[in-house]
């Protein structure tokens, strides 16, 4: 080998590993820009709480050299917190209720979710993106009655109006969004249309509400308590409420049961925001696309054992035999999905309504 000819490997030698020098640091800071920076997710309370905190936060801290902070809350609580700081939020990201999503755009509280920053929002099942794409569902659960697995099943919403179940009733609070499900349960019963129909004659539920009453024991806020009580055989049924807030709890052992009633179910849909004039919008919409991955979606979806809304997850059997998944299977369910933008407006005169029916 002549000296030219060393020379010249000697230099290709060194530009390779000049270029391995460069290229190495290149991929550790690949997500450089969100390096010591901080973002504020406000979550839910319960699992889906538990699954984020314990399994997307410190991998996400991890990938991005970031601070996650978590707050958990339920929906209004999460748009109550928004509207106290809508002047300099704290928050970029915010989880509510598909209830609550034409609440927070038409307060400005939110903004619209940008394709371009989350890759993952093309895999949201059409259906289950909201409100122009100011909102994308990441976890869909059933809504219905549940009861104690000793007493005869709850077949039919009707059954709760039953003798059997005279001061054994756990009705959810009106303030939280389950009670309107059943109020338009009432509606349709009373007027003999439909439930997406009864929707709109809400008003006229309220004579059969008013029939409920003897058989409800008591209103809880706190699903704890009530499974608890309805657990140790205090009280027979409760709810309605979320499959994501039971059956964790009965694939723990607890004796209870959720109803599949012929009706039908209402679908219980989470949905992911950006806020509006967030501190951190970049590093927000990384953590909604991190949240909308499939990794994400399965595994949240295994542990709070809720549906995913993207779609091309394979769940394992245990999972997917309890959900409503894919869509088609959401169908196949009768999930119901109430018209929010026309029943937000009338939520005050509501539970006003529900606090004279049920507090005299």
């Not at 969100?34 to 997710?41: E, F, H, N």
């Not at 991955?293 to 309890?322: D, F, H, N, R």
């Amino acid at each position: 080998m002549t000296d030219t000819e060393k020379t010249r490997r000697l230099t290709r030698r060194r530009n390779l590993l000049a270029a391995a020098g460069v290229a190495s640091p290149m991929f550790f800071v690949r997500n450089g820009w969100a390096a010591g920076k901080s973002v504020y997710i406000g979550t839910y309370t319960g699992v889906q709480g538990e699954y984020i905190r314990k399994f997307v936060t410190p991998k996400f801290q991890a990938d991005f050299d970031c601070k996650v902070f978590q707050t958990e809350n339920v929906t209004l609580g999460n748009i109550a917190i928004l509207r106290t700081q809508k002047a300099a939020p704290n928050y970029s990201v915010m989880l509510m209720d598909d209830v609550g999503v034409p609440i927070a755009k038409a307060e400005s509280l939110i903004a619209q979710l940008p394709p371009d920053k989350i890759p993952n929002l093309a895999k949201v099942f059409p259906n289950f993106m909201y409100n122009d794409g100011y909102g994308a569902a990441f976890a869909v659960s059933t809504v219905s009655p549940w009861y104690n697995k000793s007493i005869k099943p709850i077949e039919s919403f009707a059954d709760l109006w039953g003798e059997r179940f005279r001061g054994r009733f756990m009705m959810i609070t009106p303030k939280q969004t389950q009670s309107l499900h059943l109020l338009t349960v009432a509606a349709s019963m009373v007027t003999g249309k439909p439930i997406l129909e009864a929707q709109y004659e809400l008003d006229k539920g309220w004579t059969k509400m008013a029939e409920l009453k003897p058989n409800v024991q008591t209103i809880y806020d706190n699903i704890n308590t009530a499974v608890l009580a309805v657990s140790q055989g205090q009280a027979d049924a409760a709810g309605p409420d979320f499959s994501k807030q039971l059956l964790p709890v009965i694939a723990k052992g607890a004796p209870l049961v959720q109803s599949q009633p012929a009706e039908g179910s209402f679908a219980g849909v989470n949905c992911v925001t950006l806020v509006k004039n967030a501190p951190e919008p970049d590093l927000g919409a990384a953590l909604i696309d991190r949240i909308l991955s499939p990794q994400v979606q399965k595994g949240m979806a295994e542990y709070t054992i809720a549906a995913p809304a993207v779609s091309g997850i394979e769940l394992e059997k245990a999972t997917a035999a309890i959900v409503p998944y894919p869509e088609s299977r959401m169908r196949e369910m009768k999930l119901y999905v109430l018209d929010w933008e026309r029943l937000n407006p009338q939520r005050g005169a509501i539970l006003d309504k529900f606090n004279q029916v049920f507090g005299s």
